[in-house]
């Protein structure tokens, strides 16, 4: 009756009910094995009682169970999603004594279903994680990649296990099904371990459903595997299927994309065709992850950004403090003039801010600053969390983002946050790059010009600073020549190209001894699509204008638009008569 063709779980469990005091070992194993292959969980947990039941005899007879029936019992009543963890602590304690007896398969089930069913057992862990690596060549594709899945799922530390994996897979990868590779991939990502030499192209990867893709890519993306013809095989995959994917595949693929640097603009151009109409499906990761790839491989895609900022803000209540602060650096990340987005997340209570981590605030602060907007409410309530004795746990590239992030909005409050952060920075600096060093010496200047009586630190950190920043700035532009060209036509000289004031601050084409300047003002000093400056475009015109430097901007929209020199020319001489005057 429990192994025919016409049995269902009712008449299983029935018979249990009636006659479970005559089954023995193997029928009790037996019976849970067939429920949960045959039932549905919806339908178990109906019957919740009498699984109950079930799972209580199996725990009275476990030590009459052989490695069959107690890897059969683990994982049926995992798969049935019934806890019963007293019967998972009886297995536990029973299968060490007997693991050489247990097959490959049984191995694989049995650290597959304590670790699907989220049961701590680090001694049975310890035991199959000992008993594996001595016997991988009996283990086929699904018995790998299962008991990978099942270490990294429990968070076990096992590295001689998964070296042992790492070793076997690789000859062995063309005979892995797709969820195989996958999951194998997946387990190696997330438990931190160099992961099997698997970049080759899988043959059959056209018979990938959507997950599998997306999981794949996501796990080397997570693992760092540089794998160009995996992704490429992939990216080559996704377009024409993207009706397929759900808002986590679709968001996960972008992610790993981003994350691995792969340049792939089809795909993404075809992953930002298909989000906006499915948006109202996705969930807060899905829009913060998605909006983060784009901004992170550097796609314009307008209309994808336009159509997140619109879901956002009626949902920010769902958004957790990770989502909000990759949401918002995303948007400030790309460029995006989104006033009503910021608006909104500057609306959210301060006390959220509480919940933030060092990184979360740091890039909620780094994001505010480089958009440009104003929200004095934002950088007080990060004031206060930062300094409530938590600026120790942040690591110096979140102290740098901040740092700068309250000197570019033109924090002028409390000058003991500058000096607390710049001396914890201070403590370790080896960690930053020249980005970081320069974002910390620009924090520096506007401590000093704000109070020039406070003197720190170590003049030779300042040097550093310096040299640092000098390093950050980038190479003048075709714009730029063209510009300085013009300012020789109508005369403005003599001039200096490219010069760099006491301060360090960096001036296209400048008069020194007049302290007059003409900034050349390309694309990236704006928002996307806008005029309107960017955070570090207004924060160093403050810095000149406090320096006592007079500054014409040009624009080059403006310039753009003039036609030949004689256009050139009489623009830039009405630019310049505000110097005259």
Request: glycine content about 6%.
């Amino acid at each position: 009756m429990m192994t025919g063709c016409g049995a269902t779980t009712g008449n299983i469990l029935s018979l249990f009910a009636a006659r479970g005091d005559e089954f023995d070992a193997r029928n009790l194993a037996t019976a849970a094995h067939r429920v949960a292959k045959l039932g549905q969980n919806r339908d178990l947990q109906r019957d919740r009682r009498a699984m109950m039941a079930l799972a209580d005899a199996c725990r009275r007879r476990v030590n009459e169970f052989n490695p069959q029936e107690l890897a059969n019992a683990a994982w049926a009543f995992t798969k049935a999603g019934i806890e019963a963890p007293q019967l998972f602590a009886a297995i536990a304690g029973a299968i060490p004594s007997h693991l050489g007896e247990f097959n490959p398969q049984e191995l694989a089930n049995t650290a597959w279903a304590f670790a699907k069913a989220g049961i701590e057992a680090p001694q049975l862990f310890a035991a199959i994680a000992g008993a594996v690596p001595s016997r991988l060549g009996e283990f086929n594709p699904q018995e790998l990649a299962n008991t990978a899945w099942a270490f990294a799922t429990a968070g076990i530390d096992a590295p001689e296990l998964f070296a042992a994996i790492a070793g076997a897979v690789p000859s062995r990868l063309g005979k892995f099904n797709p969820q195989e590779l996958a999951n194998t991939a997946w387990a190696f990502a997330t438990a931190g371990i160099d992961a099997p030499e698997a970049g080759a192209v899988p043959s059959h990867l056209g018979e990938f459903n959507p997950q599998e893709l997306a999981n794949t890519a996501w796990a080397f993306a997570k693992a760092g595997i540089e794998a160009p013809q995996l992704f490429a095989a992939i990216a080559g995959a996704v377009p024409s299927r993207l009706g397929e994917f759900n808002p986590q595949e679709l968001a996960n693929t972008a992610w790993a994309f981003a994350t691995a640097g792969i340049d792939a603009p089809q795909l993404f151009a075809a992953i930002a065709g298909a989000v906006p109409s499915r948006l109202g499906k996705f969930n807060p990761q899905e829009l913060a992850n998605t909006a983060w790839a784009f901004a992170k491989a550097g796609i314009e895609a307008p209309q994808l950004f336009a159509a997140i900022a619109g879901a956002v803000p009626s949902r920010l209540g769902e958004f957790n403090p990770q989502e909000l602060a990759n949401t918002a650096w995303a948007f400030a990340k790309a460029g995006i003039d989104a006033p009503e987005l910021f608006a909104a997340i500057a609306g959210a209570p301060p006390s959220r801010l509480g919940e933030f981590n060092p990184q979360e605030l740091a890039n909620m602060a780094w994001a505010f600053a480089k958009a440009g907007i104003e929200a004095p409410q934002v950088f007080d309530a990060i004031a206060v969390v930062a300094t409530t004795s938590r600026l120790g746990e942040f690591d110096p590239r979140d102290l740098a983002n901040t740092a700068w992030a309250f000197a570019c909005v033109d924090w002028k409050k409390d000058p003991e946050i500058f000096a607390e952060l710049i001396n914890i920075a201070l403590r370790n600096l080896d960690a930053l790059d020249d980005r970081g060093l320069s974002q910390l010496y620009l924090a520096l200047l506007h401590f000093h010009l704000e109070w020039p009586d406070r003197r720190f630190p170590p003049s030779n950190y300042h040097r550093m600073f310096l040299a640092a920043h000098h390093r950050h700035d980038p190479s003048p532009s075709k714009l730029q020549r063209d510009v300085a060209s013009a300012l020789d036509r109508v005369g403005w000289t003599p001039h200096v190209f490219e010069h760099v004031t006491e301060e360090g601050l960096s001036l296209d084409v400048a008069q020194p001894d007049a302290k007059r300047a003409v900034e050349v003002d390309g694309p990236h000093h704006y928002l996307k699509r806008t005029r309107v400056e960017n955070g570090s475009t207004r924060f160093k015109s403050r810095l000149l204008q406090r320096l006592g430097w007079d500054v014409a901007r040009i624009p080059y929209f403006e310039w753009d638009a003039l036609d030949g020199e004689q256009e050139q020319d009489s623009y830039l001489r009405a630019r310049l008569r505000a110097f005259v005057l």
